[in-house]
């Protein structure tokens, strides 16, 4: 199983862009779908982007398509999310998660889909 650690938050001003990184441990790491989440204070995890295991496929929330980019990279272990044109709402922290059961990327929005959690990482736009 692997292990996750996401980086690169901050803070930064509306309009601004931040590129966020997955780190992950062990050897399999193309066998698990990758998602993005996120959670503001009093609000419930919500579905921000995912990204199949050959990163062949992508999904965004509807919230952040056409700003956000999802990607990975196998041969580093590494997934990322770039973010442009960031609004005070994407404030919240942002968590990456890993998961394999078996399904798609358009049905792998809810946290349930995902086995793998890092820590979270924490992201402020200031208007």
């Known amino acids: 199983q692997v292990q996750l650690g996401e980086s690169g938050g901050g803070l930064v001003q509306a309009g601004g862009s931040l590129r966020l990184a997955c780190a992950a441990s062990?050897?399999?790491?193309?066998?698990?779908?990758l998602g993005w989440f996120r959670q503001a204070p009093g609000k419930e995890r919500e579905f921000v982007a995912a990204?199949?295991?050959?990163?062949?496929?992508?999904y965004y929330a509807d919230a952040v398509k056409g700003r956000f980019t999802i990607s990975r990279d196998n041969a580093k272990n590494m997934g990322y999310l770039q973010m442009n044109n960031l609004k005070p709402g994407d404030t919240a922290v942002y968590y990456c998660?890993?998961?394999?059961?078996?399904?798609?990327?358009?049905?792998?929005?809810?946290?349930?889909?995902?086995?793998?959690w890092g820590q979270g990482t924490q992201v402020t736009v200031s208007s």
């Open positions: 998660a890993a998961g394999t059961k078996f399904g798609t990327v358009t049905t792998a929005t809810t946290p349930d889909w995902y086995d793998t």
């Open positions: 990204i199949s295991g050959s990163a062949g496929r992508t």
């Open positions: 062990g050897r399999t790491f193309s066998y698990y779908r």
